[in-house]
């Protein structure tokens, strides 16, 4: 599968954001997804997980509350929808894509497909 990432822009401190990851395939809805991001100087960092059906969702704590994970299987599209922006937030987002069964996965290393990054400046 092949995943596009797109959204990313300048916002201001308290804004939001909709980041779209289009795949290619016929079998999207069989992958588990994910979002992570990679700020400058720092490691890949989980963000958000859900799973095939899109039934189960996951988050990390400095998200959790502000940014919604979706996906549109009939789309082949997976969302993250970011609320409350913050400068803290700026990164390149990724959008990976593991085929395995339910559940999520939080971990780079357990996804076996990676989109091209989008970015996301935060400004204060």
């Known amino acids: 599968v092949q995943l596009q990432a797109s959204g990313g822009g300048l916002v201001q401190a308290g804004g939001s954001l909709r980041l779209s990851c289009a795949a290619s395939g016929r079998t999207f809805s069989s992958y588990a997804m994910g979002w992570f991001r990679q700020a400058p100087g720092k490691e890949r960092e989980f963000v958000a997980a859900i799973s095939w059906s899109g039934g189960s969702t996951y988050y990390s704590d400095s998200v959790k509350g502000r940014f919604a994970i979706s996906r549109d299987n009939a789309k082949n599209t997976v969302y993250l929808r970011m609320n409350s922006l913050k400068p803290e937030d700026t990164a390149v987002y990724y959008c990976?894509?593991?085929?395995?069964?339910?559940?999520?996965?939080?971990?780079?290393?357990?996804?076996?497909?990676w989109g091209q990054g989008t970015l996301v400046t935060v400004s204060s």
């Open positions: 990976a894509a593991v085929l395995k069964g339910g559940g999520y996965y939080t971990r780079p290393n357990q996804y076996d497909y």
